[in-house]
């Protein structure tokens, strides 16, 4: 690669802190920051070893990463077909407008499609940044008509859980 092209890379325990970093950007930039909590510790908690619940591909040296895509497995009953499902994708705002958030897409297809033979990518995009949503519809992304993200948080998840515990 040439040396203004960023490389592109499956990232390790010790990115935990640049990753966390950068997903706090993010959340700055969404205006998330007061519901951010994510850290270094949960990073390297949830995103390596045999259990990892994600991976995350990171662009850049390793002292002055400038990217990353943040991405689990998925699965669609309608395809019939694994996927993977990014949760975040940053690129740093002087990055911008350089294809880096195109090439770390493609980077988690090449991944995903190798590791567990994904078919698809899936990802959310926030209604508050219209950026984003002409560069996924750029790319071909589309919208599922009629569908809408919904999330349990917190204590309504605990009380959900605790249903099942409390069953004999």
């Known amino acids: 690669m040439s040396g203004d092209s960023p490389d592109i890379r499956l990232a390790h325990p010790e990115n935990a802190p640049a990753i966390a970093a950068m997903l706090a950007r993010l959340a700055e930039e969404l205006g998330e920051s007061d519901h951010f909590s994510t850290t270094a510790g949960t990073i390297s908690a949830h995103g390596f070893g045999p ?12 002292d002055a990463l400038t990217g990353l895509a943040l991405f689990f497995r998925h699965f669609s009953t309608l395809r019939g077909a694994p996927g993977a499902y990014v949760q975040d994708l940053w690129v740093a705002p002087d990055q911008r407008s350089q294809h880096l958030g195109q090439r770390l897409l493609a980077a988690v ?60």
């Open 51 to 62: 259990s990892a619940a994600f991976s995350t591909m990171i662009a850049g040296p390793a």
């Open 109 to 168: 297809a090449a991944h995903a499609a190798t590791a567990w033979g994904a078919a698809y990518l899936a990802l959310t995009v926030h209604d508050t940044n219209p950026g984003a949503t002409r560069f996924y519809d750029r790319l071909g992304f589309n919208t599922y008509p009629g569908a809408r993200l919904m999330v349990l948080p917190g204590p309504a998840f605990h009380t959900l859980s605790d249903t099942m515990k409390a069953r004999p």
